[in-house]
Every structure is written in C-alpha cells, then in structure tokens.
Nanobody, 115 residues
C-alpha cells in the first residue's frame, strides 16, 4: 500500500516562504509524474505544478516565478519551494504521484498566508 506523507505547511506572512515535502511511504521502483494541487475554501481543487521523472516541470500561471517544484527520485520525494507567498496562496496543498497507471494522493497540508 502506497502512502504519500506531506509536511512543511504552516502559517506565514505575505512575502514569506515555505517548503513543502511529500514522501512515498513504501519502496517503489519508479514514480512517474509527481505534482501538487491546492484547494482553497469554497473553491475547486486546482493543479499547481507537476514534474516528470526526468525533471520537466509545468506551473499554473499564478505561481510562475514564485514556486519551484523538485524531486529526489532516490528518495521518492517531491518538494515545493514557495517564495513571495500571497494571501491568495492560502489553501490545503495535496501532493500526487503517478505509479503505473494509478494516481495516489496525500492527505494534504494546510498553508495559510496572512496579509
């Protein structure tokens, strides 16, 4: 059973930084794409960023230049460095991992940005 465990969320002032981590709990031969979604109160879950096994990345326009996704394939871990945070970045952040033909989700970590 694969579990994704997120960490690093919290409360930060606008303009500050946070780094999220997400590690797969089981030994996995290969994780294909990994990514981060977020869901703000009263809004739909949205895709924030993805990274392929080879390191190719994509970002939603609202975080380009501020967020950076990276991964350590040896540790089956994905990271999200968030800089210049804004109150509108406040949300629960979920990591995802594509393993074989299945997508796995973490339970989410809260990020709150105060103005």
């Amino acid at each position: 059973q694969v579990q994704l465990v997120e960490s690093g969320g919290g409360l930060v002032q606008a303009g500050g930084s946070l780094r999220l981590s997400c590690a797969a709990s089981a030994t996995i031969f290969r994780i294909n794409a990994m990514g981060w979604y977020r869901q703000a109160p009263g809004k739909q879950r949205e895709l924030v960023t993805t990274i392929t096994y080879g390191g190719s990345t994509n970002y939603v326009d609202s975080v380009k230049g501020r967020f950076t996704i990276s991964r350590d394939n040896a540790k089956n871990t994905v990271y999200l460095q968030m800089n210049s945070l804004k109150p509108e970045d406040t949300a629960v952040y979920y990591c995802t991992a594509e393993i074989g033909s299945r997508n796995y989700w973490g339970h989410g970590t809260q990020v709150t940005v105060s103005s």
